[in-house]
Nanobody, 121 residues
Framework: QVQFVESGGGLVQPGGSLRLSCRAS???????????PHWYRQAPGKEREYIAG???????DYADSVKGRFTISRDNSRKTVYLQMNSLKPEDTAVYYC????????????WGQGIQVTVSS
């Protein structure tokens, strides 16, 4: 069972930045590289939405709502996925989830517990 160590959330003022981290503990590096990283978020009273991810070729993909402000990256040696968030807006307030999706199977996704991000003055 994959476990995640998550960090980086919190309260930030509009226009500020945060970097979310999600480390897959208890997973060996070679296994980690078989998965593509993704981030979703869920705001209060709203459905969960996809915001960023890597394609199987490693190219980043972003939802229009975050394009140009958020950057997804990974460090395979640390088994960690990152989401750099800049120019944050109050509407970015949500619980953010990191997800690892198996590049070779469709029924093997692993979700983090969620990281609270609040953007408010």
């Amino acid at each position: 069972q994959v476990q995640f160590v998550e960090s980086g959330g919190g309260l930030v003022q509009p226009g500020g930045s945060l970097r979310l981290s999600c480390r897959a503990s208890r997973m060996i590096t070679s296994t980690f590289t078989m998965y593509t990283p993704h981030w979703y978020r869920q705001a209060p009273g709203k459905e969960r939405e996809y915001i960023a991810g890597h394609t199987t070729s490693g190219s980043p993909d972003y939802a229009d709502s975050v394009k140009g402000r958020f950057t997804i990256s990974r460090d395979n040696s640390r088994k960690t996925v990152y989401l750099q968030m800049n120019s944050l807006k109050p509407e970015d307030t949500a619980v953010y989830y990191c997800v690892l999706k198996n590049s070779f199977r469709q029924d093997d996704d692993h979700w983090g517990q969620g990281i609270q991000v609040t953007v408010s003055s």
